[in-house]
């Protein structure tokens, strides 16, 4: 079982930059590739990024590419979104997860709000 707790979230004007935390359980945290997600209100939950297990291949969506960073310490068990020149439109509950044995898990979310 995964366990995952994200945290960071905030209020930051356009522009701005933020740098979201998600701490796994678990012994195996460097065997699964991770991800992070979003859902702004009333809309669909996206994908933001994604990192492989060793750290070495990131994927990102359109839309955040070049401004978002994802990376992972296996050491610490911790995944991290950098997020710089934030925009309004990135406002939203922000969600890190994972796949093992083909069950998802995702954490409780933590909300990223930009002010223009």
């Known amino acids: 079982q995964v366990q995952l707790v994200e945290s960071g979230g905030g209020l930051v004007q356009a522009g701005g930059s933020l740098r979201l935390s998600c701490a796994a359980s678990?012994?195996?945290?460097?065997?699964?590739?991770m991800g992070w997600f979003r859902q702004a209100p009333d809309k669909e939950r996206e994908f933001v990024a994604t990192?492989?297990?060793?750290?070495?291949?990131?994927y990102y969506a359109d839309s955040v590419k070049g401004r978002f960073t994802i990376s992972r310490d296996n050491a610490t068990k911790t995944l991290y979104l950098q997020m710089n020149s934030l925009k309004p439109e990135d406002t939203a509950l922000y969600y890190c997860?994972?796949?093992?044995?083909?069950?998802?898990?995702w954490g409780q979310g933590t909300q990223v709000t930009v002010s223009s």
């Open positions: 990192i492989s297990r060793s750290g070495g291949r990131t």
């Open positions: 678990g012994r195996t945290f460097s065997s699964y590739d």
């Open positions: 997860s994972t796949n093992v044995g083909g069950l998802n898990y």
